[in-house]
Every structure is written in structure tokens, then in C-alpha cells.
């Protein structure tokens, strides 16, 4: 029987209550239902269940052992079964573990700083003054969040990404920029990867001084074969997944947008989180709340979808990150012994920042026919001179989730709120290296955990190789060779080669 049966029968018990009439009657979950790490305050206090449901929820997690399961894959055992891997992304910020195998990695990444360290002071000491990184997915959305969010007026460097294998990404990068003061880092885990080798290429020929060119990768002998010496050559190891590997050489662009020093503060956040999730018991553990609360509106609410909402123009690439954070790892069918799960996996996770989507998609949150459960993310201080917008954009924050969860009545069908659509609150103090490591480090280890419930593989993703295999095998139909089997695709090409 899945661990997660009883939940049905709660998710009955509570059919008819709401969050409004859930606060009324046990008014102090506002603050029982919230917890403090450091600089990162969460409050569940407006999703839908009560107290009985919470108890448990964290029944299911002693039950599971997501204790034990997280010291496992901080000591470095081969959690990532289908590939024979250690995910050990917890090495690569601080001394997680004091286990053989996660020590050996942490020595290999302390040493892997200490080269970056060299690299980014040698590229401060010269007259470059824009970096383009060339990545994508995991080689890419890690570090753009991060530069995104935490580079600063006057930073050394500005920092551009190119992922995407549309031409006009390319383009529109370079056509800014000045090749004789440009470096560039070409980042990718496989050093196999068709956008990114055929990126990396238009950058090489650009650049023309191919001196200015860096690489991070796993494959030294393809980063030698593309061009790219040792000595401009960082590492990456395969016990690192790529959507857990901007705290890796991957995130070389973070520590030329922020500094090396605000770069291995993220770190020190992250390590923070990490250290928590290690040892909080359950009832304290911000990662245990976190996947216990997902799996209650995948599992009991059914909800099909998950909104992120940063109420930060900082974290406006938090959805884009959390999308492969999230659905890329669990978006799974089969548990680790490959048999069919029961259960509902990840919902559709999407967003955007506040307060433009209240001007855009929030109408579907607070009228539409679905409840979406959402994670709300702000930052209490402001690092602008600008009070009043900080002030009103707090208030629209509190208020979209105090409207969302009670609704109105009205006797105007139209205008009548329904209300009961739950959400969570993660407040940072202020937005720092610090407490972004530790959001991050958050979704993390709540990924892992919402993997462990339900018994799936959440470090491969062999769902993404389909695609790339079948446009490989098109790619020379649409150069005017070779047959193509599918008569859909073979219609459609048709018409490409007539309109191109
Ligand atoms: O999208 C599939 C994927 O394999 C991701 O998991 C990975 O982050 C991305 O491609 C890039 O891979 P690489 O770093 O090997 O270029």
C-alpha cells in the first residue's frame, strides 16, 4: 500500500472546511505553523489542513525515513541508482558529512575554488569588461539566477548568457558587445551538448583570441578537443547533477558577476540550509515541512499545478530555475525498482514576479475554476532609496495571500471570490549571498525529500534524451538528406523545405 493512503480520508474529513474557517478555529497556527532558519522565516499557516493532517503527514515521514534518506545522500551513497552516482552537491559548500566519499569530493571542490579563485582575480586584473557564459539547463539557469539577483551596480563585470540553439540568442548577445574586451566560459557537464557546442563555437569564432576563452566540464579531452587548454579548463564531477551544480566551477559566472567572496558566502548559506536539513528533527525541518506540504496538494488536494511567486524583481528567474529544479527531478512515473508509481508526481510548477502577474495571471488564481497552491517568496528590506514602492509592494504581498486563501462573498456571482486557495510564505530578511543559498538549498533538499515519498529517482532525467535522439535523426532531413519514417514529420518537413 502506498505510504501516502491515508492522506484520502483527511482530505474528506477537511472537504467542506476552508483556510479561513481552519485560522478561525485554531487561530495560533499562524505562528505553530511557522518556522525560522537564520535569515529565511516560512509560514504554512494558509495551506489547506489542520493540525490531524500535519500529525500525519510527518507519520508518513518518520515512516519513510526521510531522516536517514538525507544523511544518505549527504554521506555520498549512490542515491541516483538508475546511474550508479553519488549526488553529493552538499560537498561542494561546506562539511556536510564526514563520510569517506563526501570528504574525498569536498577536498576536490575546495581545491576546484581555488583554481576559480585565480581565474576570476586574473580576469579582474585585465581590461575585459563583459563575460558571456554559454550554457544551458542546469550549466545555465543556476548561474543566471544568481547573477540575476545578486550582481550590483558598478559589479566588475557584466555578465550575458547565451542557451538557447535559436541563432537569435547568439545574436542579440554579441551584437552589444566589444570581442577585444570579452571573455567567455563555456560550461556544460557532458561537453556533448548541441546547443551549447554549437554556441560555443559562434563565441570561439567571435572572440577571435581564443585567450579569453574558459570551459567547465567533466570531459577534459572534449574541452581540449573544442580548443580550450587545461589551464582555462575547470571541473566538474559526475557526482554533481547539473540542476544541482551552480555551487560547482558551473557557477564561475556567479563569482564574476557578485565576486568570489559573495560567491563562497552562497556557498556558506547553502551549507547553512544543508546543516539544517540534516539535523532539525522533522517537526523543525523547514525541507520536511516544505515536501510534505507539496505532496498534501499533489497527493491529497490533487492539485495538478504549483504557482512561485517572488515578490523580488531580484528573483524574477526563480520560477525558470525552480521549473528544471523541480520538474526535471521528479517528473517521474516509475519508482526506483522501475515499477509504476500510484501515486500523482510533480504538478506543472510556473510563475512569475509580483506584483506584474497580479496584472496577469492572477485572475485565474483567485476566480478560476482550479486552486492553485502557491509559494509566495519576499524580502523584508529594501536595497533601493525608494520607500513607498517597498512599502506597497510588501502590502500586495500580504494581501494576495490573505485574499487567495478568504476570498469574499458577494451576491454578484461575478464578483464573488471563492477563496480557500492555499499558499505558503517564505520571507527573507533581506535579500544576501546568504539567505539566496539557503532559498536555494531549500528547494533542494525538499525536491529530494517529495522523491524519497515517493519512491522515485530524482538525479536522471532519461526523459529529456528522447527529443534530443529524434532531432538528431531529423537533422539531416532538414539539410535535404535522408529518409524520414513518420508520416506526420515527413509532411511537416515538407512544408519547412517549401517555406524556408
Ligand atoms: O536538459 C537535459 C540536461 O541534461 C540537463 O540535465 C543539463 O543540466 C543540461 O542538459 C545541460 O547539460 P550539459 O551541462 O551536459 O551541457
Redesign the pocket.
Known sequence: MSPLAGLDAHAQRLAGSSIAGLVETDPARARDFALRVGPLYANFSRQRYDRAVLDALFGIAGRAGLAGAMRRQLDGEAINSTEGRAVLHTALRGEASGAPVARDARAQAVAAQARMRALVAGLEAGDVTDIVSI?????DLGPRLVADALSLPGARFRVHFVSNVDGNAAQRVLAALDPKRSAAIV???????QE?LLNGGIVRDWLGDDSRLYAVSTNAQRVADFGIPAERTLPMWDWVG??YSLWSAVGFPIALAIGMERFLQLLDGAAAMDAHAADAPLRENLAAWHALTAVWNRNALHAATQAVLPYDERLRLLPNYLQQLVM?SLGKSVHVDGSAVAAETVPVWWGGAGTDTQHSFFQALHQGTQAVPADFIGVLQADHPYTQNHQALLANLLAQTEALANGQASDDPHRRYPGNRPSTLLLLDALTPQSLGMLIALYEHSVYLQSVLWGINAFD?FG?ELGKQVANRLLPALQGEGEVDDAVTRELLREFNARR
Open positions: 550554457g544551458i539547463g542546469g550549466s560550461i556544460s557537464k557532458t561537453f556533448g551538448t551549447t547539473g540542476r526535471e532525467q529529456v
